[in-house]
């Protein structure tokens, strides 16, 4: 029997570690051992050797290697993605666009009676951090790419408000999560990374944390103006860059001089990342543009309570085993009473069965599975 062909298109690659990075390394392989003939979009690196599969899937790889500009980028990764929905048109049975930067190629697929799905991710074109032009641009591409393709896939449910086509056509299937292994705590990661001043601040289950890019969208002046109207037994951990002088100027004047906010910039380390993830005291996640944020995900894997901004993105995540906050003074009381009353163990097992139940990869790929059968 002949196999399916399917191109899962618009990652960077497989095997890395970002959003649609980990949904392609974890359903590619899957769908291989299915029955299922699967080929993955790749970016080119500076290694000479580049492997040629991965777990059974075929890596196809951009024969222009990515730019380091912002703006360049912005351009590479559109080119990236209508080249390989067009190449893999020719060959594959199906072709599933991963985000919107296909645009109306995706009307391509059809034209040679191929299926095209694609999944929509969130809503880009609401970050303040893009121009006026970059977010109506964003804005049509998020309704071209989900009124040229076969199938549109959310995953999150709050997202089919969005989506402006015919409701039959729309499929929520999530993202899941890795299993992260356990990190033991060392003071002397920290002091080799930060200096010894800041390691001796940050104390085993004795900070708050925050994992964000540091823009408006994710509300980090929201969490440091309640930071700084209570007097709270532990320190604020923010990690992450800032995306705009503006916001960073901003942010700092509300700071005082304060000694209990800590910003120790972006951390690709993922065993020290997840070191200070399984070791806080608790978690502040701002998010407030839909739809699934994996840093969530990931959080409520780690038995933490988590305090979360009250959208109805994280709302439709975490439901009631999460805090909700929508201003300063909400989030400062809230933090009040955790430190006051820090009990967890019922609503991290409640977070623990939330990602068994909805949010795991096997479970995930039966949803995959289920679809393709259908088409």
């Not at 780690?302 to 993105?313: D, L, N, P």
Request: charged share 20%; net charge positive; aromatic share 14%.
């Amino acid at each position: 029997m002949t196999k399916i062909k399917i191109a899962i298109v618009g990652a960077r690659g497989i095997a890395n570690y970002g959003g649609f990075e980990t949904v392609v390394s974890e359903i590619a392989p899957r769908l291989v051992t299915l029955g299922y003939d699967v080929y993955c979009s790749c970016e080119k690196n500076d290694e000479l050797n580049l492997p040629d599969s991965y777990f059974g899937a075929h890596l196809i790889y951009f024969p222009i290697k990515p730019p380091k500009y912002y703006l360049f980028r912005k351009f590479y990764e559109v080119l990236y993605d209508i080249y390989f929905i067009i190449r893999c048109s020719l060959f594959c049975d199906m072709v599933y666009a991963l985000g919107i930067g296909g645009g109306i190629v995706l009307l391509f697929p059809r034209f040679f009676h191929k299926i095209s799905i694609v999944n929509v991710d969130g809503l880009e074109w609401k970050r303040q951090k893009f121009s006026f032009i970059e977010k109506k641009i964003l804005h049509l591409f998020f309704n071209l790419v989900a009124m040229s393709a076969n199938y549109v896939i959310i995953d999150n449910r709050q997202l089919i408000n969005y989506v402006i086509v015919n409701q039959r056509k729309i499929i929520y299937i999530p993202n899941g999560i890795r299993a992260h292994a356990q990190v033991k705590w060392d003071v002397a990661k920290l002091a080799v990374r930060y200096g010894s001043k800041v390691a001796s601040m940050i104390s085993r289950a004795a900070f708050w944390l925050v994992v964000a890019r540091l823009e408006p969208e994710n509300n980090i002046h929201i969490i440091v103006e309640a930071f700084m109207k209570v007097e709270t037994r532990f320190p604020l951990v923010i990690i992450g860059d800032f995306t705009s002088s503006v916001y960073k100027n901003e942010i700092y004047a509300k700071l005082l001089k304060s000694e209990r906010i800590l910003f120790l910039g972006a951390l690709y380390d993922i065993d020290l990342l997840d070191m200070l993830r399984q070791n806080c005291f608790a978690y502040i996640h701002g998010h407030s543009v839909g739809g699934t944020n994996p840093s969530l995900l990931e959080i409520m894997s780690m038995e933490k309570i988590v305090i979360a901004y009250a959208s109805v993105f994280n709302k439709e995540v975490g439901q009631e085993s999460l805090l909700y906050f929508r201003n300063s003074d909400e989030l400062s009381q809230l933090i009040i009473q955790v430190e006051a009353n820090p009990s967890a163990n019922a609503m991290a097992k409640m977070q623990i069965q939330r990602i068994r139940d909805e949010y795991n990869w096997n479970a995930i790929v039966e949803k995959y599975e289920s679809l393709l059968s259908k088409i």
